[in-house]
């Protein structure tokens, strides 16, 4: 039987920053029924409840996400985990990651964590530039992050992940440049760096609306990813998907189960799960969310089968976001036959086509959903 | 239609008792809720079923509170001193585009009521049908409406009124439509002023349509006003300027429901039915006599109707292609202005290059097009016709200015209007100044009033019809209205700018301008196009041109950046979701060589601005 992920939604934040529209909430927004107490126990329920639908299925690897999960502490983030290993058979090779906030972890609480079975930290750095930590909102200063790595280090995690966010306004080449320094310096194995996107119905955007910050600008944002690129590249680093670089056997087991569309389950609210073709989705807000499990209600707000045709835009959907990419027995004839369109305009990789892969150049990694769209016709 | 009217029988209505009238007015002056009104008070219509504004009938009509259509209501009214009359209510159509339209039904008439807003005074629109009547030597009663409405000032316009038509300000009636003060003193003017019709009740037929309107279960109802003889049930008639002949199957009054009568006799209003299904047959304008016996001399004045403003009509999903071939015969079957022609356009496909009476007209067909027959459109920028003379001497008509030739032209001739404005005397610098831009030349200029003043301009049409109408509200502040009225052709430089997007033409985008105009034009559709088209993967140049010599160039950089940041868990299902709308949207997307252009950017690059609502 293939290996099932699971995901586990900590949606606990001390405060929203202003791009952010996770699903998460601060203290004051939380309704009834539910706190960053008792929350870790309806989670161990909702593992349960998976475990007798999906029987003692192998686990490969487990991520803990939010929200800032540290906030619940590591006891309870300890216990959600030893929930998990009852009720699955985890693997001997198994990854177990949790976000943090640089701001919200210290050596003991990382000693803890890796003594409870952790093996992966995930920061959320963002930017060594305080001007832009700023127009983010983020409570961190620039150097927290890396001092927060260094200690996960410290604590024994081989695996160390810094989340990087480009392209903010404000934010210079030299902004960036030193940002990937301070990566490289920190001694992590894996880097993530997203552009800044403008979500709907946040701080940001009512900000971007009202003309007070301009919107991230696309070129800039293309500019960035190749400094980027180039400077991990320069200290080891790989990409093995759009926005995310590795030094080898630094690649994270978890994410990598959703661009290969693998099973995968989400617990907590608001948490998607697809296994065996379908997908679903818990209820959003924790109070609803709590009020389902004590009730013994569906946790589901709602859900959908996919039909072969979905399953096959997300497969090259994910795929082509991948530097594995697409073997070419993947596409249908006609799909094959516009691949060489793509080639003949730098998207897609002459040589792994030669050699029956499927794959986006570096100039293509930036527009890989234009590639996506084409490839489908 | 099988109960009969009351008061005298149609058909052997004495034509001394008969007044045939009809309202002129400006949009919402209250013309419907005096014709409403005048149903009720002659006891056509009780107050119960009265639903507001009986007379006008299609759903844009209501909601525009224009009047399309006219229709003729036949009221029984007995007078004040005890006699029995019957009064022909002929309304008229209310809009520039419409002027021929409205010339007949006055034609059809012996008298007009010249409703004016109490509190506005009298607007351009009105002053021209004003002149049209008295042109046709009608009887005008004045009178002012809403006299009810606090800011009503009629001394004021009273006065105006007097000084317009050459009356004393005390002959100006004041009615109030809506609370129905006045009304029954109107229609005693009314039998009093308005002459009786006078004809031959012993020659043979003649009447005259001025209206003629499709039906889904009658086929063609005409409406006519006798002059001559008599129109009966069974009588074989001919149509004097086509020369054919149709049985008669139906003859009737609307009263204010359409009654079956045996026959029409000298001065009487009603309508007919042949069975006709298409307009064209039965021509406002023209006159009906009988087959048998029939008048040799028609009444005269008819003329056809011929299309001022051309606009290319395109489904924005190719394959509604015959779903608006259909739309089109079908609305052609009530109106009889309308012209149209296949054209194909490489951005826009396969459409119509369709022929107005103006921009209203365009407007409403359009509208109807989109409302009546669930039709999603684009039209290509409205333009005008151009008569064009080549070095050869080859004399070439345009109608499409992509169709413009680039070879060298002896002369170009473009129609000019006639174009009246009434302003308030603060406006008229800046009036002025838009109509010199708009290259006209100055008429006249007259003071209705102490701060009301009528300017008179020719204009080239094309002028008028680019967006005209919206600079001149927003220089005004509304308060200007516009009236205008076909003269003619003028020679004119004009040149055709092209607009190319990377390197080819985008024909929807041609346009006829003048010499000094066509680099400003150029540069603001360039401008707009940048703004419109999405990024490619190639950097695309927007050009405009005269001929083979570009004047202005602006580019939409490549894309380089094309990728979702984030795509774990959720993420998924949402992206793939964006991915098949996306793959919709896709259809929406014309190529124009390269270049993907989606199909808002047409649209929203050929809009002017507003479109020409309500005059």
């Known amino acids: 039987m293939t290996a099932l992920s699971l995901y586990v939604h900590v949606p606990f934040c001390a405060s929203r920053c202003g791009y952010c529209d996770f699903n998460t909430y601060t203290a004051k927004e939380l309704g009834s029924g539910v706190d960053q107490e008792n929350f870790h126990e309806f989670l161990i329920r909702e593992i349960k409840n998976a475990s007798e639908q999906l029987g003692n299925r192998p686990v490969d690897s487990v991520f803990i996400g939010g929200g800032t999960p540290t906030l619940i502490g590591a006891s309870a983030l300890n216990s959600v985990l030893e929930s998990i290993g009852t009720s699955f058979n985890l693997e001997s090779n198994i990854e177990i990651t949790t976000e943090a906030n640089p701001d919200s972890v210290d050596a003991q609480m990382l000693e803890q964590l890796h003594a409870g079975g952790f093996t992966r930290i995930s920061l959320g750095m963002q930017s060594a530039a305080s001007n832009v930590l700023k127009v983010l909102q983020r409570t961190h200063t620039p150097g927290a992050s890396v001092n927060a790595a260094k200690l996960a280090r410290a604590a024994g995690f081989d695996h160390v992940n810094l989340d990087l966010i480009y392209g903010t306004p404000g934010e210079s080449d030299q902004d960036v440049r030193d940002s990937v320094s301070a990566v490289i310096d920190a001694g992590v194995d894996h880097v993530s760096a997203y552009s800044l996107i403008v979500e709907q119905g946040t701080p940001l955007a009512r900000q971007v609306a009202r003309g007070e910050i301009p919107a991230p600008d696309d070129d800039v944002c293309a500019d960035r990813y190749e400094i980027i690129d180039t400077m991990l590249g320069a200290a080891g680093f790989d990409w093995y998907e759009v926005s995310n670089w590795a030094r080898p056997g630094g690649e994270c087991t978890h994410n990598q189960a959703y661009w290969l569309n693998s099973d995968w389950w989400g617990i907590g609210p608001g948490a998607h799960s697809h296994v065996g073709g379908t997908r679903w989705w818990n209820h959003k807000h924790p109070s609803t969310y709590a009020a389902a499990l004590e009730s013994g209600s569906s946790l589901r707000a709602g859900e959908e089968t996919l039909t072969p045709e979905q399953e096959h835009t997300e497969m090259i959907m994910l795929g082509l976001r991948t530097r594995a990419g697409l073997t070419a027995d993947c596409l249908t004839d006609s799909e094959s036959e516009r691949v060489s369109g793509l080639i003949g305009r730098g998207i897609l990789d002459s040589a792994a086509w030669g050699a029956g892969v499927v794959r986006v150049t570096p100039q293509g990694r930036l527009l890989a959903d234009l590639a996506v769209r084409e490839l489908l016709g | ?615």
């Open chain 2, 1 to 615: 239609m099988t109960s009969s009217p009351s008061g005298p029988v149609p058909g052997t209505t004495n034509p001394e008792i008969v007044r045939n009238f009809c309202i002129i007015a400006h949009i919402d002056h209250g013309k419907s809720t005096l014709a409403d009104r005048m149903l009720q008070h002659t006891g056509l219509v009780d107050a119960r079923s009265m639903r507001a504004q009986y007379l006008d009938r299609m759903d844009i009509e209501r909601e525009r509170g224009i009047t399309i259509k006219s229709q003729a209501v036949r009221l029984p009214y007995t007078a004040v001193s005890g006699e029995q009359y019957v009064l022909n209510l002929i309304d008229t159509p209310g809009h520039v585009d419409f002027t021929y339209e409205v010339s007949r039904s006055l034609a059809a008439c012996e008298g007009a009521v010249l409703l004016v807003d109490a509190a506005q005074g009298i607007e351009a629109q009105t002053l021209a049908n004003l002149y049209l009547a008295m042109e046709n030597d009608l009887e005008v009663i004045p009178v002012l409406n809403k006299i009810d409405l606090p800011a009503a000032q009629p001394e004021k316009y009273a006065a105006e009124i007097a000084h317009i038509i050459g009356c004393s300000p005390d002959d100006v009636l004041r009615v109030s439509a809506k609370t129905g003060e006045g009304v029954s003193e109107l229609l005693e003017r009314v039998v009093e002023k308005i002459p009786a019709p006078q004809g031959d009740p012993n020659a043979p037929a003649r009447a005259l349509i001025f209206d003629s309107v499709y039906d889904t279960y009658r086929g063609v109802v005409t409406y006519v006003r006798v002059v001559d003889g008599r129109i009966a049930t069974r009588d074989k008639i001919e149509m004097m300027s086509l020369g054919t002949t149709h049985e008669l199957l139906e003859v009737g009054v609307i009263s204010p429901e359409p009654i079956a009568t045996a026959g029409l006799g000298v001065g009487e209003v009603g309508y007919l039915i042949t069975g006709v299904k298409d307009v064209r047959q039965s021509r406002v304008g023209d006159t009906v006599t009988t087959a048998l016996r029939g008048a040799t001399e028609s009444l005269g004045g008819y003329r056809d109707p011929r299309p001022m403003v051309f606009s290319g009509l395109y489904p924005l999903d190719g394959s509604d292609y015959p779903e608006l071939r259909d739309a089109l015969d079908k609305l052609k079957l009530n109106d009889a202005a309308l012209t149209y022609e296949p054209e194909t356009s490489l951005a826009l496909g396969f459409g119509f290059r369709c022929g107005f009476l103006g921009l209203l007209h365009l407007e409403i067909v359009r509208e109807r097009l989109e409302r009546e027959f669930n039709l999603d459109l684009i039209s290509t920028a409205p333009n005008v016709i151009y008569r064009v003379v080549t070095d050869a001497g080859k004399e070439i008509v345009v109608t499409n200015p992509s169709e413009f030739p680039d070879s060298k032209l002896a002369q170009i001739f473009e129609p000019i209007v006639r174009a009246t404005v009434i302003l308030p005397s603060e406006f008229v610098g800046a009036v002025m100044e838009l109509c010199q831009q708009r290259r006209g030349t100055l008429l006249g200029m007259d003071y209705l009033s102490e701060d009301r003043v009528e300017l008179r301009y020719t204009l080239p049409l094309a002028e008028i019809v680019f967006d005209f109408f919206d600079q001149l509200k927003s220089k005004t502040r509304g308060y200007a209205s516009l009236d205008y009225e076909p003269t003619g052709e003028q020679d004119a430089d004009l040149v055709k700018v092209d607009i190319l997007l990377h390197g080819d033409p985008v024909d929807a985008f041609s346009a006829v301008v003048h010499r000094d105009k066509a680099y400003a034009y150029g540069v603001s559709m360039a401008q707009k196009l940048k703004e419109l088209i999405p990024r490619q993967q190639f950097e695309v140049p927007i050009q405009a041109a005269i001929g083979s010599r570009i004047i202005t160039r602006e580019t939409v950089r490549a894309m380089r950046k094309d990728v979702l940041a984030k795509c774990y868990g959720g993420d998924i299902s949402r992206k793939r979701k964006l991915l098949e709308k996306q793959k919709e949207g896709k259809k929406r997307m014309k190529m124009v060589g390269r270049v993907e252009v989606p199909q808002e950017a047409f649209i929203a690059a050929l809009s002017t601005s507003d479109a020409p609502a309500k005059k």
